[in-house]
């Protein structure tokens, strides 16, 4: 039975769900799968380690270590190790640029395995240099094939050298049915709460973000006692090394501030606009959040993807993102389920904001539903396996 192992640095819930994906669409055409965890930690998430017994095996190589520490020659080494003990026929590889990467397709350069990118980098997301493209194009061109989530994603691998009829969609997917399902649970177990609308946003606190902007957006379309957005809250979910900036920002506008979830704080409205600062949550926690806000907001200056986009769609939330977001380039329409704006001009975010405050709860429902329509059409979670058995097939 041929093998294909899919690689990441380190798994997470968002890895976890693609895995299971794999092992659906892959179950009656004779692949087996197997990942290949890099390593059990790393200095960017603070996920709990996934204890459920899966369907497929794992392999981290570096238990232990934090991805960002190991020395580069440590995981040449232990990933010839490992790849090959396992003897994998194929491995899906998370990108091209890290040591863990590099070596996973040196080893299908030598053994004669099929190499597929995983890639959700867009030729936009960072200025390009001519000497350092051609070295790169080098290299992304001895992969056989790859698998992507935005059209944008496709076409930089193309210039990359990979053939495009070599490339399927799929990449960029969650859970879509935990999150709905979960989401659909917190919204019955909490019905008899009253909650101020909010405005929800998930990130991590760095700058790329754009935090910083969105809440200046924010007290400026609070400003006016008379405006919709008065009558919403805004909750900034996660945490970073800006979040001391960013609460001192909202003392300079004035706005109230509470370190809880909007649910933990008060069950009646108010008329203050609060902004909440509840902190990282495991994704246990995450669909109530989901369940009981208004509208998802993404503001960053720039973003590959932004799976959290799925997840609000998923959660029938209209979406304000971004326009240099890749996933709002597939799966945001606007006036269909949310719009995009400039992640550079404040009132560009406060305008949107203000869209949303004015409508019913019935047209915000409608967008939210459209939502979920188009996340099932774009990107079900069935996508990742399906575009993978797509390219094994090809092998």
Request: with cysteine; aromatic share 10%; proline share 5%.
């Amino acid at each position: 039975m041929p093998t294909v192992a899919i690689q990441f640095a380190r798994l997470g819930p968002y890895h976890i769900a693609r895995i299971d994906s794999a092992v659906e669409a892959l179950a009656e055409t004779g692949w087996n799968v197997i990942t290949l965890e890099t390593a059990g930690l790393d200095a960017t998430y603070a996920w709990n380690k996934e204890t459920e017994q899966q369907s497929w095996i794992r392999h981290t190589v570096f238990p232990s270590a934090e991805w960002e520490s190991i020395p580069r020659r440590s995981v040449k080494s232990e990933f010839r190790k490992v790849l090959n003990e396992l003897r994998p026929d194929a491995i899906a590889i998370s990108g091209w640029g890290s040591p863990d990467a590099r070596s996973c397709l040196s080893w299908c350069r030598k053994n004669g395995a099929q190499a597929i990118v995983m890639s959700e980098t867009r030729e936009v997301d960072n200025q390009r240099n001519m000497a350092k493209e051609l070295v790169k194009k080098r290299l992304v061109s001895e992969f056989d094939a790859g698998l992507v989530g935005a059209h944008s994603h496709r076409d930089y691998l193309v210039k990359l050298g990979v053939s495009s009829e070599a490339i399927q969609f799929g990449y960029n997917v969650v859970n879509n049915h935990y999150f709905a399902t979960e989401a659909d649970r917190f919204r019955k177990f909490d019905a008899s709460l009253t909650l101020q609308p909010y405005f929800l946003a998930s990130n991590r606190f760095v700058e790329r973000k754009n935090l910083d902007r969105l809440i200046s957006a924010f007290a400026e379309a609070t400003s006016d006692t008379d405006s919709p957005v008065n009558g919403w809250d805004l909750c900034l979910l996660g945490d970073g090394p800006l979040m001391p900036y960013m609460q001192e920002q909202c003392e300079r506008y004035g706005l109230k501030m509470e370190a809880v979830a909007p649910w933990d704080l008060r069950q009646v409205n108010e008329t203050a606009a609060t902004v909440f600062f509840p902190g990282f949550r495991q994704i246990g926690e995450l669909p109530r959040f989901y369940a009981h806000a208004g509208c998802f907001v993404h503001p960053a200056l720039s973003e590959p993807w932004g799976l959290v986009i799925n997840e609000a769609m998923a959660c029938r939330l209209p979406i304000l993102s971004s326009s240099n977001v890749g996933a709002a380039e597939e799966l945001v329409i606007n006036d269909f389920n949310g719009w995009k704006f400039d992640p550079k001009a404040s009132d560009s975010i406060a305008d949107s904001l203000l869209k949303v405050a004015t409508l019913s709860a019935g047209e915000i429902s409608l967008l939210g539903q459209n939502s979920f329509t188009q996340l099932q059409k774009k990107c079900p979670t069935l996508a990742f396996g399906e575009g993978l058995k797509k390219l094994l097939r090809a092998s």
